[in-house]
């Protein structure tokens, strides 16, 4: 890689995984060590870190994960950041998985071994501040932190080109932009059959289903949805439903996001869900007639690339990545108003060609990112990005 800004399909960041034996000799590199505050199932940071655990040890490394917290509830083995010291090795490379503030930051500064930052976002400080203080604090903090690793890493590693842009910003000289590692291309056999009879059940009773998925949080716009809903059943669709597949974590959004449901008296037709498997998950997306986003702040939109996968158009509002991950797939909004939402909602699902078109589009935009290719290139795009 030159000293300049690289990207995916640049010739710093393009050797295939057969190529990443070189990067690892020229460091010595013996393993490969990731460190993320949580090891969460079925989340997309927690995917991804799993991912690159498999990619290094298929090429012959050593490779761990390290986490600030234990639940008990992970997916993998995991150490305890605090460990690492004593199991430290001659030709170690720090990967560090970057979304929030972890007291991994301070230990991974005092080290010496080569460290990439992987960033997945920072959710901005500010949309948390009406619901959640010691959330501002810690957005705030992982901002901090995410200046402070700069002089500290030999690179950044980021999912978007949105996302490279904020670790430029922060001061890292040597960047590569790489999507997250996701498991598409689930066929039939791995949707969850009482899940799928479930929602089944629902659409006897006609009206259309739209789904959204992510962290039930202030950024990701539920509150936005639930309106959308209210004008669409009001002017077009009185059967419409609206499923919202997300954990908490900011309770008292959460808790206002289930008074505002009984208020509109839509209790009946707004679902909310977590903790699912990706098989249940797998049944949304194959059941829903419309994937809507209306968050005002992504930094990598997984599920828009699910939705795709799983033939579901998408209708998102054009903030944050989202015009950088649609591409020309899906209908962008340039307003998230519910009466724009709910025509545009509306609009697609009575046009059978509007609707084909933007399936096909979908898959179209999914060859584009090369998912597959994104893989081959991950581990030689870190080890080169440590090599700096």
Not at 65 to 71: E, K, L, M, Q, R
Request: net charge negative; glycine share 8%; aromatic share 6%.
């Amino acid at each position: 890689m030159s000293d300049s800004h690289s990207t995916a399909g640049s010739a710093g960041s393009a050797a295939a995984l057969d190529g990443s034996a070189g990067s690892a000799a020229a460091l010595d590199a013996r393993a490969l060590h990731q460190f993320v505050p949580m090891l969460i199932a079925n989340d997309a940071v927690g995917g991804h870190t799993l991912d690159v655990q498999r990619l290094a040890r298929a090429a012959g490394l050593a490779s761990k994960i390290f986490v600030d917290t234990i639940n008990g509830e992970e997916p993998a083995e995991v150490h305890h950041f605090s460990a690492y010291a004593d199991l430290a090795g001659p030709g170690d490379v720090l990967v560090y998985q970057l979304a929030v503030a972890s007291p991994m930051v301070e230990m991974l500064c005092s080290r010496d071994e080569p460290l990439v930052v992987n960033y997945h976002n920072i959710t901005p400080p500010d949309a948390f501040a009406p619901w959640d203080y010691v959330a501002v604090l810690d957005q705030t903090r992982a901002r901090d932190e995410l200046v402070r690793l700069a002089t500290r890493a030999s690179g950044g590693l980021a999912a978007s080109h949105f996302n490279e842009a904020e670790l430029i910003d922060a001061g890292y000289r040597h960047t590569a932009v790489l999507p997250v590692l996701l498991d598409l291309g689930r066929n039939d056999e791995q949707v969850d059959t009482p899940t799928m009879e479930h929602l089944t059940l629902l659409k006897k009773a006609g009206g259309s289903d739209w789904l959204f998925v992510g962290r039930l949080a202030p950024n990701k716009g539920q509150d936005r949805l639930i309106r959308a809903l209210y004008v669409h059943r009001k002017l077009y669709d009185p059967d419409a439903r609206l499923h919202l597949v997300g954990r908490e974590v900011s309770p008292a959004y959460a808790e206002a996001i289930r008074r505002y449901v009984d208020v509109l008296g839509l209790a009946g037709c707004i679902e909310i869900v977590a903790d699912l498997t990706a098989a249940e998950l797998s049944a949304y997306y194959r059941s829903a007639d419309v994937y809507v986003c209306l968050s005002e702040h992504e930094g990598f939109g997984a599920p828009l690339l699910e939705a795709f996968d799983a033939s579901l158009p998408v209708v998102a509002y054009a903030a944050g990545v989202i015009p950088e991950m649609l591409g020309p797939a899906g209908m962008r909004l340039g307003s998230a108003a519910p009466t724009d939402v709910a025509t545009a909602i509306a609009r697609l699902l009575r046009d059978e060609r509007l609707r084909a078109s933007l399936i096909a589009r979908g898959h179209e935009r999914l060859r584009e990112i090369d998912m597959p290719g994104a893989r081959d290139r991950t581990l030689s795009t870190l080890l080169s990005l440590a090599s700096r």
